[in-house]
């Protein structure tokens, strides 16, 4: 079984997503300060970038590198995968024979408060699997970075429904 990049929508993720974004910017405290509008697109659009650049490399151990120790990755259809060790396994069995043709984002929305940044991205894709017909997917994705001890950025917790497949 491939991996999918981009996978069938359900509602329940979107409301887990609306869910989570609430949740952790309510949960901020309050001596923490949003960064300027400017400086929070600037972040967000070069953090989205890099990873999507990454991905596009379909390398399993660079594309788990952006992920933290404890992270979270939701998938519909799938159990949860927590840390990084399960979310590199994921990756390193779903991407052989696979080949991203195109893949782009949209940044949606994103607020960055203290040392996290949270961001809805619309990702648009063209994948294949080995000989089979190119497929065109687009999918939604709630995504939570965080801020390091090195001020590098890692994502905590990353939410993907699909929209078209």
Not at 91 to 120: N, Q
Not at 126 to 138: I, R, S, W
Not at 143 to 154: H, P
């Amino acid at each position: 079984m491939k991996i999918r990049l981009i996978c069938r929508p359900l509602y329940s993720i979107v409301m887990l997503i609306a869910s989570l974004f609430v949740c952790c910017i309510g949960c901020q405290q309050k001596s923490e300060t949003p960064m300027d509008q400017a400086a929070a697109k600037e972040l967000c659009t070069r953090l989205w970038t890099d990873y999507i650049g990454t991905v596009k490399t379909l390398e399993p151990n660079k594309v788990a590198a952006w992920f933290a120790k404890d992270a979270v990755l939701i998938y519909p259809d799938m159990p949860e995968l927590k840390g990084h060790g399960n979310i590199r396994a994921f990756f390193v069995k779903g991407f052989p024979g696979m080949k991203v043709l195109e893949m782009t984002f949209t940044l949606i929305h994103f607020d960055v408060v203290g040392s996290k940044a949270y961001t809805f991205a619309t990702i648009d894709e063209l994948e294949q699997e080995g000989d089979k017909p190119p497929v065109h997917a687009l999918g939604r994705c709630g995504v939570v970075w965080e801020r390091q001890a090195d001020n590098s950025w890692q994502i905590s917790y990353f939410l993907v429904n699909y929209l078209n497949l």
